[in-house]
């Protein structure tokens, strides 16, 4: 059969599936790439963000515990510079009895009197130091006695009071009698640590 303007049918239907198969590999290409090649490759993507920001996070992980870990450093420091402090504060054993001679010194300025000034049968363990119970007895006036307690306060060494008793001394108005225990710290031995 011929067709009108010169054409057969042959060739009609020739045109017809070349249509068709520039259609299908029109649509086919893009669709073949997709499933092929983008597909994949967003799985791959995902994958590689999913590991970046696992990574990001053990990262920041890691730059806390480094910021922690310098923050531990300094307050070391610090410690150790407190710690170098405290013991600068405590007396060797050989220098007990200059600290002995200062409390009473401080007493005699302040114008009281030491009745009893002895020491304790046996340091005390304090940590790395040793403790030195004193038994004082103080007479005097009670102005005196608060100067003296400020002064001991002032002393370079660490001392403390942990027994105190007061009480009106039969001298007259505002003298009073005071029985204590004076603890004295000092460092033990030639080690400069405690027996």
């Known amino acids: 059969m011929k067709l009108p303007f010169g054409k057969s049918s042959n060739h009609t239907t020739q045109a017809g599936v070349r249509k068709w198969m520039y259609i299908v590999a029109l649509v086919g290409v893009p669709l073949a790439s997709f499933f092929l090649v983008f597909q994949p490759q967003n799985r791959e993507i995902e994958r590689a963000k999913t590991e970046i920001q696992l990574k990001r996070t053990m990262l920041d992980k890691v730059r806390e515990e480094t910021a922690r870990s310098a923050d531990l450093k300094r307050s070391n420091e610090k410690i150790g510079e407190a710690i170098k402090s ?83 001394a039969d001298e007259g108005d505002g003298h009073m009698q005071a029985d204590m225990t004076l603890s004295v710290y000092y460092l033990g031995g030639s080690e400069g640590g405690a027996k």
């Open 86 to 168: 405290i013991e600068a504060r405590l007396p060797s054993d050989k220098e007990m009895d200059l600290v002995l001679r200062d409390v009473a010194e401080i007493a005699s300025r302040c114008g009281l009197k030491l009745p009893i000034f002895k020491r304790g049968e046996k340091p005390l363990p304090a940590g790395q130091a040793l403790e030195q119970p004193l038994e004082v007895q103080i007479t005097g006036d009670f102005d005196g006695f608060y100067k003296f307690l400020l002064e001991l306060e002032n002393l370079p060494r660490i001392v403390r009071i942990p027994d105190l008793k007061l009480s009106r």
